[in-house]
């Protein structure tokens, strides 16, 4: 059952980074900036942006997934009401999404962080901006932070840690290899808003949605 769980976490832990990245708030400014350094790179040179934007997002993040991680070592005697507590903020977390309501951390000064910055030491500033970011889409940085408790060990939580920061980069990489074969700077798709559901006569983000029913899977697991 551990197995499951940590499994399913890893899941849950990388496409929470996807849906951090793609919500609205955060997708419009990092996707042009990460492709347009990683565009003029081939190879190892790539391969060495993505890893520094990477580094960035894990400078944030780590240190919070590896706290939480301690912490539930320490609890470890209480694994069963550990996992009983997660499991009821996932699906309170999904219910919240789900209703249509969501939520942002106040982070001053990203705007002023993220600008001038060229080099590896740009895409590294980017990718801690991009961190920072991510709480724009707040509720699915709680889950993954809460999914991290169901680790039991440090190693694991880096392991949730890790997923989530890959969910991240895992995106920019692909369209920054495909930007210029597909034209996707031509199609207008960055510009648009957020696409919108139907869901109990409330108009809700697919992006929500997704954080919703997959926060509300976790929880019943």
């Not at 997002?57 to 240190?63: D, R």
Request: hydrophobic share 55%; charged share 10%; proline share 4%.
């Amino acid at each position: 059952m551990n197995a499951l769980v940590y499994g399913s976490s890893l899941t849950a832990a990388f496409l929470g980074g996807i849906l951090a990245l793609l919500a609205p708030c955060c997708v419009v400014s990092v996707l042009p900036n990460f492709v347009a350094a990683a565009l003029p790179q081939r190879g190892l040179r790539l391969a060495a942006v993505a890893g520094m934007f990477a580094l960035g997002v894990a400078t944030v993040l780590l240190p919070i997934v590896l706290g939480v991680g301690a912490l539930s070592t320490f609890l470890s005697t209480y694994h069963r009401e550990v996992f009983g507590l997660v499991g009821a903020i996932l699906l309170g977390l999904a219910l919240y999404i789900l209703s249509g309501r969501s939520f942002m951390l106040p982070m001053p000064g990203l705007g002023a962080l993220g600008r001038s910055r060229h080099g590896l030491a740009g895409v590294f500033t980017l990718g801690v901006v991009s961190g920072i970011a991510s709480s724009c889409c707040a509720p699915v940085l709680v889950g993954v932070v809460a999914i991290t408790a169901l680790a039991s060990s440090v190693v694991g939580a880096a392991g949730l840690g890790f997923a989530y920061v890959f969910g991240m980069i895992f995106p920019l990489l692909l369209s920054a290899v495909l930007w210029e074969r597909l034209r996707l700077g031509q199609r207008g798709w960055l510009t648009r808003g957020p696409r919108y559901a139907k869901l109990m006569g409330r108009e809700i983000a697919l992006t929500d949605l997704a954080s919703g029913i997959m926060f509300a899977l976790m929880g019943g697991l």
